[in-house]
């Protein structure tokens, strides 16, 4: 089992930035990916970025140039750097953990993210 406590959620005006940490713990010693998804009011969730444990990453194409996803594998925590932040990404970013070998995938319980005009 992996449990995973997402902080840095809040709100903040369009054009600033805010900070998601994630950590891990539990079995988290396997090869992984962590990443961040987002489910705004009335959509499905959708990624945000992914960072493998060599550290490859890949961004939904509305982040590029703002997010960055980043991860200290010492401290099992993903971080997720969010820029130039605008309207739409107001939503609930979700923390997520695969397993690559078990084929397990484990869910945060979210923080809101909110930004106003």
């Known amino acids: 089992q992996v449990q995973l406590v997402e902080s840095g959620g809040g709100l903040v005006q369009a054009g600033g930035s805010l900070r998601l940490s994630c950590a891990a713990s539990?079995?988290?010693?396997?090869?992984?990916?962590m990443g961040w998804y987002r489910q705004a009011p009335g959509s499905q969730r959708e990624l945000v970025a992914r960072?493998?444990?060599?550290?490859?990453?890949n961004y939904a194409d509305s982040v590029k140039g703002r997010f960055t996803i980043s991860r200290d594998n010492a401290k099992n925590t993903v971080y997720l750097q969010m820029n130039s932040l605008k309207l739409e990404d107001t939503a609930v970013y979700y923390c997520?953990?695969?397993?690559?070998?078990?084929?397990?995938?484990?869910w945060g319980k979210g923080t809101l993210v909110t930004v106003s005009s």
């Open positions: 997520n953990f695969v397993d690559i070998l078990r084929g397990m995938e484990y």
């Open positions: 539990g079995s988290t010693f396997s090869p992984n990916t």
């Open positions: 960072i493998g444990i060599g550290a490859g990453t």
